[in-house]
DNA sequence: GTCTATATAAGGATAGAC
DNA sequence: GTCTATCCTTATATAGAC
């Protein structure tokens, strides 16, 4: 059903997730894709043009994903709320956040480029729901939109860190809960 | 002045903090170190021996700096402040939440351990440091200071994948900021 | 498109002389 | 303690047949 193309993006997609991609060789992919050394030379110029479609997919993936907790319908506070508290494998960290760990990966633009541009586009879209929210009066006072926004960002990537460190799932949850505690402080004590 | 064994220990300090324990080759370590193969194995059993030493201490060094701030005094919000802002190369990254994006050394008891008491001495500090804030009075209501202590390590963690994604430093400091902004919300509005 | 053969370099270490 | 020689494996391809 899928193609042999598909199979040797998907699994290096896995195998960038776990190892990264200096800790991926293609020999690594070739294996859990099930296509052999010519096949993969023939769809793929290499290792790096590999990287590069997962990468680009992947990002896409999550993009989509966050786009829809975040465009629900509901107040800012619960969207985020949601986006933080969505289901997810906590110990195995965020496939994007992760390749900022990788040297060559930061050093190579196209590469790169996927990595910088979704964590742009998180911030801003977070951002955005905030000054939502704050428009429709659901928060007390000012408050720093794109600052908050980054923190939010921030604390999902750094729960990942944590969770893994300490290797308890627990620990990502704790940290998401200790900022969504935060910017509900700062909601008006209107409801409950 | 140094021993070639600290010259050992100190170039795969810096190897690990830049690529990672996959990323770093006993080669490497040699030609930074200055010593000889030889001479690396007669100091160290091997690459494992040497990325033991090295990251236990690095998380000797990490806990040191940050008492000497969080142990300072000052209200709680301004040690945590000072702890958050305290100057830094954020491109670099955390030389102790870098390890946990590698397999290898999660995967080894001995390597993951000081990783993991690292993050888990820094979350009880910062929440004892919140505690202790909250007894003074320097908190308006309840304040749960385990997860938010979470949070705040999180968002250092989190801050330097940002920064790293985006090549920006200002990115670290962006999301250190909006969790600062949070955390003074809570303070009771009896001074600035 | 896929397979097998071959190739160069690097990773990670051991052996033994000095 | 340090140096050089040697070793086996893996990484990352290229070449050419089918």
Redesign the interface.
């Known amino acids: 059903m899928t193609s042999t193309r598909d199979r040797l993006v998907d699994s290096t997609r896995e195998l960038l997730w776990?190892?990264?991609y200096?800790?991926t060789s293609p020999k690594a992919i070739q294996e859990l894709s099930g296509a052999g050394q010519g096949s993969m030379y023939h769809h793929f110029a290499g290792k790096r043009e590999l990287a590069l479609a997962a990468i680009e997919r992947t990002a896409e993936e999550l993009r989509d994903n966050a786009e829809r907790e975040l465009s629900a319908p509901g107040t800012a506070v619960a969207r985020i709320t949601a986006y933080l508290r969505r289901e997810r494998d906590a110990l195995r960290?965020c496939p994007i956040?992760?390749l900022?760990?990788?040297?060559d990966i930061?050093a190579d633009p196209a590469l790169?480029r996927p990595?910088?541009e979704?964590?742009?586009w998180l911030?801003e879209r977070l951002a955005a729901v905030l000054t939502e929210g704050r428009t429709r009066g659901e928060f007390d006072?000012d408050?720093?939109a794109?600052?908050?926004?980054?923190?939010?960002?921030?604390?999902?990537?750094?729960?990942?860190?944590?969770a893994?460190?300490?290797?308890d799932p627990a620990?990502f949850h704790?940290?998401?809960?200790?900022?969504i505690?935060?910017?509900k402080?700062?909601t008006k004590t209107v409801a409950q």
């Open positions: 776990d190892r990264g200096v800790g960290g956040g992760r900022t760990q990788d040297p930061l790169r990595v910088d979704t964590f742009d911030r006072g408050l720093d794109n600052d908050i926004a980054s923190a939010i960002v921030a604390t999902a990537q750094g729960g990942y860190v944590l893994r460190a300490a290797g620990q704790r940290a998401v809960d200790g900022v505690a935060l910017l402080a700062r």
